[in-house]
């Protein structure tokens, strides 16, 4: 099973300011990675997919890159809808799908 | 608009088996569009993924759940379902339904979920 290890748990940001979520695999995945958005009470929502592929109706503030084992998201302009917990998923090798444990976008 | 809704108990007590069942409105889960696959999520905790189905009823279990799940689709209805069975407190979490894509396993359209809380 491949794990996946997210960085940092918690991010404190400013409305306005660049947010950069970091995503280590536990062995390569190539460019096998999504990114998800999900806000409290919600079901998660798809951002990115192959590691930099913005979903349909995805804001182009939100950005991915990297490859093998280290992927980063970044927005670019953190607005108040923007706060929320995210999460990386890859599907190089499954089953199983695996997800890293998240990071919270909070307000400064 | 593919949509999914996720419908079952909200208690199970514990040794007994959670089913839940997912609708799926929108599309033909015969469509061969997408696998059909369900997710959850402890409270406070992160993502897990339990398994898939496709339209033909090949199924793909995480290893860690393997021996206690069963997921089946039901095309006449347009559902498909999660049996889990031996349940304990470990398995209270908000269970969602899920679409997977075929080329890349991205879970593009979700349910809303549905919380499943095991106790007695």
């Known amino acids: 099973e491949i794990v996946m290890t997210q960085s940092p748990a918690t991010l404190s940001v400013s409305p306005g300011e660049r947010a950069t979520l970091s995503c280590r695999a536990s062995?390569?995945?190539?460019?096998?990675l999504a990114w998800y958005q999900q806000k409290p009470g919600q079901a998660p929502r798809l951002l990115i997919y192959g590691a930099s592929t913005r979903a349909t109706g995805i804001p182009a503030r939100f950005s991915g890159s990297g490859s093998g084992t280290e992927f980063t998201l970044t927005i670019s302009s953190l607005q108040s809808e923007d706060f929320a917990v995210y999460y990386c998923?890859?599907?190089?090798?499954?089953?199983?799908?695996?997800f890293g444990g998240g990071t919270k976008v909070e307000i400064k | 608009q593919l949509q999914l809704q996720e419908s079952g108990p909200g208690l199970v007590k514990p040794s007994e088996t959670l089913s839940l069942t997912c609708t799926v409105s929108g599309d033909s889960i015969s469509s061969r569009s997408f696998y059909w696959g369900w997710i959850r999520q402890p409270p406070g905790k992160g993502l897990e993924w339990i398994g898939n189905?496709?339209?033909?009823?090949?199924?793909y279990y995480n290893p860690s759940l393997k021996s206690r799940v069963t997921i089946s689709v039901d095309t006449s209805n347009n559902q498909f379902s999660l049996k889990l069975s031996s349940v304990t407190a470990a398995d209270t979490a908000v269970y969602y339904c899920?679409?997977?894509?075929?080329?890349?396993?991205?879970?593009?359209?979700w349910g809303q979920g549905t919380l499943v809380t095991v106790s007695s």
């Open positions: 062995q390569s995945v190539n460019s096998n």
């Open positions: 189905v496709y339209y033909n009823g090949r199924t």
């Open positions: 998923q890859q599907y190089n090798n499954w089953p199983p799908i695996t």
């Open positions: 899920a679409t997977e894509g075929l080329v890349s396993s991205t879970l593009g359209y």
